[in-house]
Every structure is written in structure tokens, then in C-alpha cells.
């Protein structure tokens, strides 16, 4: 029963989002990164996972080449991974030094292309997906990937970012279901 529910509010809020204005996704993306920015400023947060937006998800791109380029001129150097997929449900950090060198990857989602540096520990883990609630459990695509990966290394703070238009009352849970620390929308922090 669970699992259908999972799947109808899936649909529900994948088609949600991808037929939300591209122009008000983008000024709502801009405003989450901004509170991201000083979350990872604030927590002096050093080495982040990031993720390559798809189907309408928020765009931390800006913040991550941001990040990338203040570290390339003022030697503060924060260390930005991207996921790999390596075998369902596994996937793991790699480091990344250019967006230019994610290279399509598991469905055709970008990736690091090769295991140039792979991270256990991290910092910071940014984490998207399709509904959240206000008790910070999130409901992805269904492979799991980030539970397992957070279940398994325990980063210091797992953040989701969302649109408000995502949240809603309940998401069914399973054993396997991780609460992450916080999720930022454009108007609200929860933690």
C-alpha cells in the first residue's frame, strides 16, 4: 500500500514541477541558493555533495560554481563532489573541479564520468527530490540512492532543498526512509 501511495504522490509532484513557470523556478532556485550560501558560509562547511538538477529540480549550479571560483581565487579551497551511481542502490562522492567534466551517467543523469577522488566523510550532502515534509522526511524517485548513502556515511548535515509548493502533510514511511537535518525552500527553513 505504501509503496502505491509513494508512486501516486510521485507522479503528482514530478508533474507539478515540470509544469511550473521556468522564470519563477528559477527566482525561487536563486533564493534557496542564497540561504544555502550562508548556511555553508555560517557552518563553515568545506567539503559539500552537490547535484546536476533535472525535471525542474532547484538549480544549485550558480551556487556551485560560485563556490568553485572563490575557491579558485581566494585559496579557501571547498572541496564540491557530485554523485556517482555505481550499482543500485550505491552511489558514492566524487570530487569534481570544473562543472565541465560531468559527463551523462546513470539514466542519463550527469555524473562524474570517472573515480577521480572518492570521499567517504563529508560535510555537507544536498539532497533533491520530488516532496518533503515539515518533519524533514523527503520522497525521491524511488531508487533510494541518497537513503542508503546517508544511512551508510553519516554526513555532518544533509540538507533538502525544495520548492513550497512541495511540501505536503504526510509521506508514507519505511524502515529504510532517512530524516535529513534540514530542508530550505525559497521562504522557510526547517530543522
Sequence with gaps: MKFFLKRKIRKVYLSKRLNYDSGELQSKSEAICRKLAHFIHERKVRTIMAYHPMKNEVNV??????????????????EIYFPKVFKKPLMGPVLVNRLSDLKPGYRGILEPPHLKKLKASLDLVIVPGLAFTSG???LGYGG??????????????SCGVFYDFQK?????????????????TESKTYD
Excluded at 549550479?61 to 571547498?78: A, C, D, I, N, Y
Excluded at 505536503?168 to 530550505?184: A, S
Aim: aromatic share 14%; net charge positive.
Design 136 to 138: 524533514r522526511y523527503r
Design 61 to 78: 549550479l550558480p551556487l556551485v560554481s560560485q563556490l568553485l571560483k572563490e575557491g579558485r581565487e581566494s585559496g579557501k579551497h571547498k
Design 168 to 184: 505536503v502533510f504526510f509521506l508514507p514511511k519505511q524502515k529504510n526512509d532517512i530524516r535529513i537535518n534540514l530542508v530550505i
Design 144 to 157: 533510494g540512492f541518497y537513503d542508503h548513502y546517508l544511512e551508510s556515511n553519516e554526513p555532518r548535515y
